[in-house]
């Protein structure tokens, strides 16, 4: 049987992809979270061709005491019901606290996809992208054999919606 969707997983940085980046600050509160233009349609556009969307992020502030733990699920839970309310999708986040930078799980190490392989087996690097807008997230990408896409003013894709559109055109 033919698989359903075409590529096996996205999987999506959070801040300057899926949220506003806060210039030298955290998203501490959902208040201070604004979607990226475009990216609640590229959502329900991307879950038509990726089986799995999943983000992975570095919340450092977190570790640093900036915020809780807690603040940071409840922002994800009322982006996730955003997302969902427009049609779009989020089968997984996850999430690195940690402050050091050798942490196995802190991007560009590659802890937090491998997690999700373990959660979700059927996940094929190969068939997968990893979209980012830093070379943090490139290189984790990378590391695990996936296709990067640079989301940046500078390259290509300037959005999450640009590259939503480009795979909408490529494969109808």
């Excluded at 997984?92 to 196995?104: F, K, Q």
């Excluded at 990893?130 to 695990?144: I, N, Q, T, V, W």
């Excluded at 989301?151 to 480009?166: M, V």
């Amino acid at each position: 049987m033919a698989d359903l969707y075409k590529y096996s997983a996205l999987f999506l940085d959070r801040d300057g992809v899926i949220n506003v980046h806060r210039q030298d600050d955290y998203v501490k509160t959902w208040k201070e979270f604004a979607f990226e233009e475009g990216v609640l349609d590229a959502l329900s556009i991307l879950g038509k061709f990726f089986d799995k969307i999943i983000i992975v992020t570095n919340q450092r502030g977190v570790g640093r005491g900036i915020m809780s733990e807690e603040e940071l699920l409840s922002i994800h839970e009322k982006m996730c019901e955003s997302i969902a309310s427009h049609g779009g999708r989020i089968d997984a986040i996850y999430y690195c606290t940690d402050t050091d930078s050798t942490s196995p799980n802190r991007k560009p190490n590659t802890g937090m996809g491998l997690q999700a392989k373990r959660d979700f087996p059927k996940i094929d690097f190969a068939r997968s992208y990893m979209a980012g807008d830093s070379h943090s997230d490139m290189e984790f990408g990378k590391r695990l054999g996936m296709k990067t896409i640079l989301i940046s003013k500078d390259s290509e894709f300037g959005s999450l919606s640009d590259f939503a559109h480009f795979i909408k055109a490529h494969h109808p």
